[in-house]
């Protein structure tokens, strides 16, 4: 793979999620949204609680390494539901948020400079990245190893 052109990780905040315990299976999954779904009264809410899921499955399927959490402030819909996932022992953890710009990216391989840099960076740090953004979640290292 050819050496990258430059990339900057610009910080944007420090956010708040609730974090995945370590153990899980998709059997816990469905068993959460059974659990959490008593706590949705709408059908927008209902369409919040299965894309929540969705996403929580997607991450136990892919097998991915980095730890997966989601925004306090995106779960409020869940309202005391987000107790119920404390009981669950999710972790509420300070992320902190980047976004990553890589420097002419129009002129090189977009895909492979993505790897490149997600490999370096997975060698530096623990991370991950919300689906379809240039944002990633910098994960304090001493909370989730």
Not at 127 to 132: C, T, V
């Amino acid at each position: 793979m050819p050496t990258p052109s430059s990339f900057s990780l610009k910080f944007l905040r420090e956010e708040q999620h609730l974090m995945l315990p370590t153990v899980t299976t998709i059997k816990l999954t469905q068993s959460l949204y059974d659990a959490l779904f008593q706590y949705v009264l709408t059908p927008e809410q209902e369409v919040l609680l299965k894309q929540f899921i969705g996403m929580l499955e997607d991450h136990i399927k892919s097998k991915d390494r980095s730890p997966f959490s989601v925004p306090i402030k995106d779960l409020e819909f869940l309202d005391e539901g987000l107790e119920e996932l404390r009981l669950l022992n999710w972790i509420e953890i300070p992320v902190a948020v980047f976004e990553l710009t890589i420097e002419d990216a129009t002129t090189i391989n977009f895909e492979e400079q993505n790897q490149y840099i997600a490999d370096l960076l997975e060698r530096l740090t623990i991370f991950s990245r919300p689906a379809d953004s240039n944002l990633i979640w910098i994960y304090p290292y001493i909370m989730v190893r």
